[in-house]
């Protein structure tokens, strides 16, 4: 009975690892088109829309890059941990 729920285990981390990428950069995406929306609504005050536009970008950039550092190392120590299980 362990053998089986250790196999399952082994390879739910990486696709759950997988699912937590893809929802962080599917809700900046969303973020993007919600607060793009926003932006052409709020056209007429000039420049500032904008820039809160850019800072949103650069937020959601840094999140997507911090999450798939995350999701390659967690992947290797997870596969490392397959291969070799007794370290």
Same mark, same amino acid.
């Given at each position: =009975?362990? #053998?089986p !729920?250790? +196999? @399952?285990? %082994?390879?739910?981390?990486? !696709?759950?690892?997988? @699912?937590?990428?893809?929802?962080?950069?599917?809700? $900046?995406h969303t973020?993007?088109?919600v607060?793009?929306?926003?932006? /052409? &609504?709020? $056209?007429?005050?000039?420049? &500032?829309?904008f /820039?809160?536009i !850019?800072? +949103?970008y650069?937020?959601?950039? +840094? /999140?997507? /890059? =911090?999450?798939a %550092? @995350?999701?390659?190392?967690?992947? !290797? #120590?997870f596969?490392?941990?397959a +291969?070799?299980?007794?370290?």
């Amino acid at each position: =009975l362990l #053998v089986p !729920i250790e +196999i @399952v285990s %082994y390879l739910a981390r990486p !696709i759950s690892l997988a @699912v937590r990428l893809f929802a962080n950069m599917m809700a $900046g995406h969303t973020m993007l088109k919600v607060f793009g929306g926003f932006v /052409v &609504a709020l $056209g007429l005050f000039g420049f &500032a829309p904008f /820039v809160f536009i !850019i800072a +949103i970008y650069a937020l959601e950039l +840094i /999140v997507a /890059v =911090l999450q798939a %550092y @995350v999701f390659t190392l967690l992947s !290797i #120590v997870f596969i490392g941990a397959a +291969i070799h299980p007794e370290h």
